[in-house]
């Protein structure tokens, strides 16, 4: 079984920076895609960022992040990153980090539903 555990949230002031990490324990036997959606109080889960776990593609990034978040992976340590930069209030949101067995790229609609495994969130708190 695939477990997904976030860690690295918490609070900072607006403009400042966060990294989170979603570790992957169990095997997965073949190429996914990983990725980080978010959910904000009275808001839908959006998607935030997607990557290829070969590496092979561009990532995906909502156009309200990009040039602030970047995705990353360590493969040999099972590990995905989110680093955010210059972060906004509305950046505030539950983060999660979810992995869906298919092929991504920067063209990729991100899918909650497309998406099989989850963390169990980690909220972040943006301060004005």
């Known amino acids: 079984k695939v477990q997904l555990a976030e860690s690295g949230g918490g609070s900072v002031q607006a403009g400042g920076s966060l990294r989170l990490s979603c570790t992957f324990s169990?095997?997965?036997?073949?190429?996914?895609?990983a990725g980080w959606f978010r959910q904000a109080p009275g808001k839908e889960r959006e998607g935030v960022a997607l990557?290829?776990?070969?590496?092979?593609?561009?990532?995906y990034y909502a156009d309200s992040v990009k040039g602030r978040f970047t995705i990353s992976q360590d493969n040999e340590n099972h590990t995905l990153y989110l680093r955010m930069n210059s972060l906004k209030p509305e950046d505030a949101a539950v983060y999660y980090c979810?992995?869906?067995?298919?092929?991504?790229?920067?063209?990729?609609?991100?899918?909650?539903?497309?998406?099989?495994?989850w963390g169990q969130g980690a909220q972040v708190t943006v301060s004005s």
């Open positions: 990557l290829y776990s070969s590496g092979n593609s561009r990532p």
């Open positions: 979810a992995v869906g067995l298919f092929y991504c790229n920067h063209l990729t609609k991100p899918s909650e539903g497309s998406m099989s495994f």
């Open positions: 169990g095997h997965i036997d073949r190429t996914y895609c």
